[in-house]
C-alpha cells in the first residue's frame, strides 16, 4: 500500500509548441526533470498536442495518426522515467475532435481520458464537448480533472470530483499570449487577471488540493500552481520561463470536507420546481 502520508507531483510549463515533434522534445526534458526529483505524476499544460489551436501546429499535426503516435511516445516516456503522466491532448471520436487529458501510468499503461465537457464559447467550433466525468488513481491517490475553463468558471467540475473521493483535482490550462500582455510578478496580485484567484477558491470551497498547468507564456495570465486544501499556494512556477515545479502533498489534509456538506437536493428540488 502506498505510504498517504505524503505525495510528489509536478507541474510542466512548457512553450507552446509548434509541432507535435517539438511539444514531445519538451515532455521528455520536463518529465525527465519531474522524475529527477522523484515527482510520482506530472500534468501538462491544456491541449499541449499537438498545441492549442492558432499557436502554431498546422492541421496535418492534427491528424488521427500523429496523435496516436504521439500518445505512444508519451507512454514511452512514463515508462523510461517510471512516473505517471497526465498529457492533455486532441483526440478523435469517429470525426469528432474532443479536447482530453490522458492518464498514463508510471508503466506507460493508459489508463483512460477526461473530456472538456464544458468548452468556452469560442471553442465551440473546434471541439465537441465530453460529457462524462471520471477519477483516476495513482499510488493509491484518487484525482480528477477539471480542463481551462470548466475549472475555473464551472466548479461544478471540481466539486464533483472531489465528493467522489479525489483528493487532488489537476487542471490543464491556457492563459496568456506570446505577443502581448505584461508580465505578471506577483502571485494572485489584486490587478492580476482572476485565473489565480479561481485556483484558491477551488481548492478551498471543496478542502482538496488544486493543482494547475499552464505553459510558459512571454506573458502568461497565470502562473503553474498548486494549492492546498485551506486555499494557500504552496508553490508556483515563474512567470515566463519554461520548468517544472514539485510539491509534496499529504492526502489526508484533502477532506473534501467543505464538498461532502453540499447539500445537493436542495438545489435538485429547486430545478424541479423550476422546470414544472
Not at 487577471?193 to 478551498?204: D, F, S, T
Not at 512571454?218 to 486544501?229: E, F, N
Request: proline share 7%.
Amino acid at each position: 500500500m502506498h505510504n498517504l502520508h505524503f505525495m510528489k507531483i509536478a507541474l510542466a510549463s512548457p512553450p507552446p509548441p509548434t509541432s507535435v515533434s517539438e511539444g514531445l522534445s519538451w515532455a521528455e526534458k520536463l518529465i525527465g526533470e519531474a522524475a529527477k526529483q522523484h515527482a510520482e505524476i506530472i500534468c501538462f499544460p491544456e491541449s499541449y498536442i499537438p498545441g492549442y489551436p492558432g499557436m502554431g501546429s498546422t492541421e496535418a499535426e492534427r491528424s488521427p495518426g500523429k496523435l496516436q503516435e504521439a500518445l505512444e511516445k508519451v507512454g514511452q516516456l512514463a515508462a523510461e522515467n517510471s512516473i505517471a503522466v497526465i498529457m492533455p491532448m486532441d483526440w478523435y471520436q469517429g470525426e469528432a475532435l474532443l479536447n482530453v487529458a490522458f492518464v498514463i501510468s508510471a508503466t506507460g499503461e493508459v489508463l483512460g481520458y477526461q473530456t472538456k465537457n464544458q468548452l468556452d464559447p469560442t471553442e465551440d467550433n473546434i471541439w465537441i464537448p465530453g460529457t462524462e466525468r471520471s477519477v483516476f488513481e495513482v499510488n493509491g491517490v484518487k484525482f480528477g480533472i477539471t480542463i481551462c475553463h470548466e475549472g475555473f468558471r464551472y466548479p461544478e467540475s471540481v466539486r464533483w470530483a472531489a465528493r467522489h473521493d479525489a483528493k487532488i483535482v489537476f487542471h490543464p490550462h491556457c492563459t496568456g499570449s506570446n505577443t502581448t500582455g505584461e508580465l505578471l510578478t506577483e502571485w494572485g496580485h489584486i490587478n492580476n487577471p482572476y485565473y489565480e484567484k479561481a485556483m484558491m477558491m477551488r481548492a478551498l470551497e471543496n478542502t482538496i488540493y488544486f493543482a494547475s498547468a499552464n505553459y510558459a507564456f512571454t506573458y502568461p495570465d497565470s502562473a503553474s500552481s498548486v494549492i492546498g486544501p485551506d486555499g494557500a499556494c504552496l508553490i508556483h512556477g515563474e512567470y515566463g520561463k519554461p520548468g517544472v515545479i514539485v510539491a509534496d502533498i499529504d492526502p489526508a489534509l484533502a477532506t473534501g470536507l467543505l464538498a461532502k456538506r453540499y447539500r445537493s437536493a436542495l438545489y435538485e428540488k429547486r430545478n424541479k420546481e423550476a422546470t414544472e
